[in-house]
């Protein structure tokens, strides 16, 4: 019986460190999208992972998170397709020059992003080929000691 209960008592101990650390992370997350808005860096998962320092997957995993960041996405979205609206009226080739030359340096930003993530991501694939080999050296050795 008491065994028991102190199985209850370290299961429920380890909930609620792991409750905790959740909602660190979260919080964590939550400064990431604050500092990006407040350096006004495009909002994406992969810009928030790479502030927070985690997996783009990891951001996809928490619905919660996720609909916040779609949310802000769209909201952002709004804002400049209200922006561009409100500009466009007078048709004035300044105005459309000076919408077009802003959409092309986030364009840019954003492409510069995505380079630098691209290669990051080539990085991790070269080791995961290099993981691999070793993986099927290590079978082969295994299955030579095996076999003897």
């Not at 990891?58 to 779609?70: E, S």
Request: charged letters at 35%; hydrophobic letters at 30%; one cysteine or more.
């Amino acid at each position: 019986m008491a065994k028991n209960h102190n199985r209850d008592k370290q299961a429920e101990v380890l909930r609620r460190t792991q409750a905790q650390r959740k909602e660190q992370k979260k919080e964590q997350v939550l400064k990431a999208i604050q500092e990006i808005l407040a350096q006004k860096q495009p909002l994406t998962f992969a810009n928030i992972a790479n502030v927070n320092g985690c997996s783009i997957s990891y951001l996809y995993k928490w619905d919660d998170i996720k609909a916040y960041i779609h949310n802000i996405q769209h909201e952002k979205e709004t804002q400049l397709n209200l922006l561009e609206q409100k500009d466009l009226k007078p048709h004035s080739l300044k105005t459309l020059h000076k919408v077009a030359r802003q959409r092309i340096r986030q364009l840019e930003a954003e492409i510069r992003e995505l380079k630098h993530q691209n290669e990051k991501l080539k990085g991790h694939v070269a080791e995961i080929y290099e993981l691999r080999d070793e993986c099927d050296r290590l079978r082969s050795q295994l299955q030579h000691f095996a076999s003897k």
